[in-house]
T-cell receptor, first 117, second 110 residues
Framework: GAGVSQTPSNKVTEKGKYVELRCDPISGHTALYWYRQSLGQGPEFLIYFQGTGAADDSGLPNDRFFAVRPEGSVSTLKIQRTERGDSAVYLC???????????????FGPGTRLTVL | SQQGEEDPQALSIQEGENATMNCSYKTSINNLQWYRQNSGRGLVHLILIRSNEREKHSGRLRVTLDTSKKSSSLLITASRAADTASYFCATDTGRRALTFGSGTRLQVQP
């Protein structure tokens, strides 16, 4: 079946602008995750959805970042008043959930490369 | 913060040789996953090993886990030029989000 897809693949914006990044998870996956990866580093967790609700948003760096998943499938990561430091690759992943806690394999999308000029 | 730390940071070998990458972590885990990444984009899942497992194989990949030492290793046997990529370990500590290390950059010379 289809994997995780993300759009756009690249986004260039100016400092101060608003951007939206979209993620389409694997059909049927309850859990959806957003990560951010800076050059030369491993991905860092931003937010995790279980169904429609954000179960853990402890990785969001500040209140300029917000994410939604209104119907429990597609998710949008929204960044207000972008700063040059927001430039990174934003990765989305989805997975099934294991009973009793823990996560099964997370499948990643190709990412959106955000450049803030 | 990053829980996992890969060692070495970079590794260069000849085609046909084996490549070994190590990962250390700090807190107890439910499972540990290894991923490959080409050209800084999408992560490809390689293998998942649960905390009650000690070794797992998948094709040319062999992963070990030592929870007493809080460490894991990934062995790629008979490496190929196409194995050139960055490799990351990621731990699931029960909060479902993965915590990644900083990665090992593997270069396989043809």
């Amino acid at each position: 079946g289809a994997g995780v897809s993300q759009t756009p693949s690249n986004k260039v914006t100016e400092k101060g602008k608003y951007v939206e990044l979209r993620c389409d998870p694997i059909s049927g996956h309850t859990a959806l995750y957003w990560y951010r990866q800076s050059l030369g580093q491993g991905p860092e967790f931003l937010i995790y959805f279980q169904g429609t609700g954000a179960a853990d948003d402890s990785g969001l760096p500040n209140d300029r970042f917000f994410a939604v998943r209104p119907e429990g499938s597609v998710s949008t990561l929204k960044i207000q008043r972008t700063e040059r430091g927001d430039s990174a690759v934003y990765l989305c992943a989805s997975s099934e959930l294991l009973a009793g806690g823990g996560t099964d394999t997370q499948y990643f999308g190709p990412g959106t490369r955000l450049t803030v000029l | 913060s990053q829980q996992g730390e890969e060692d070495p940071q970079a590794l260069s070998i000849q085609e046909g040789e084996n490549a070994t990458m190590n990962c250390s972590y700090k807190t107890s885990i439910n499972n540990l996953q290894w991923y490959r990444q080409n050209s800084g984009r999408g992560l490809v899942h390689l293998i998942l090993i649960r905390s009650n497992e000690r070794e797992k194989h998948s094709g040319r990949l062999r992963v070990t886990l030592d929870t007493s030492k809080k460490s894991s290793s990934l062995l790629i046997t008979a490496s190929r030029a196409a194995d050139t990529a960055s490799y990351f370990c990621a731990t699931d500590t029960g909060r479902r989000a993965l915590t990644f290390g900083s990665g090992t950059r593997l270069q396989v010379q043809p």
